[in-house]
């Protein structure tokens, strides 16, 4: 599952990877999604930043905390961006077999709308 995000006028992949979604178990110290999920519920903006960096990462891009805090990346905009990946999942969970799939979601631009 990706979802892109705008981030200096750029627009940068992020990825919901099982390898991903392994490392924001630890990163929160859970065992399980739905514990990962319920943790996103009310997250702090260190939690904003982590999750950010990990899906960033799984993406294929490396940022540091430093390039995100220059930014023009809106923490509404990193937050909507992660929901549309969770959503995905929550959606895809609950698919079955044979079901048709629906295109990846539009790209989130930096002042938090969705791009056309």
């Known amino acids: 599952m990706t ?3 705008i981030i200096d006028g750029k627009a940068y992949p ?3 990877s099982m390898a991903a979604l392994e490392e924001l178990e630890e990163y929160f ?3 399980n999604i739905v514990a990962v ?3 996103l519920a009310k997250p702090s903006a260190l939690d904003v930043v982590q999750v950010l960096l990990i899906l960033l990462r799984a ?3 490396v940022f540091d905390k430093e390039q995100l805090a220059k930014s023009d990346l809106s923490p509404i ?3 909507k961006a992660i929901i549309a990946l969770f959503a995905e999942l929550t959606e895809s969970a609950g698919e079955r ?3 048709s799939q629906t295109s990846p979601p539009p790209p989130i631009s930096r ?3 969705i791009s056309p």
């Open 3 to 5: 979802q892109d995000i």
């Open 14 to 16: 992020l990825r919901l």
């Open 29 to 31: 110290s859970v065992t």
């Open 37 to 39: 999920a319920a943790r």
């Open 59 to 61: 993406g294929g891009t």
């Open 77 to 79: 905009t990193a937050l």
């Open 97 to 99: 077999p044979g079901k």
């Open 111 to 113: 002042n938090g709308d």
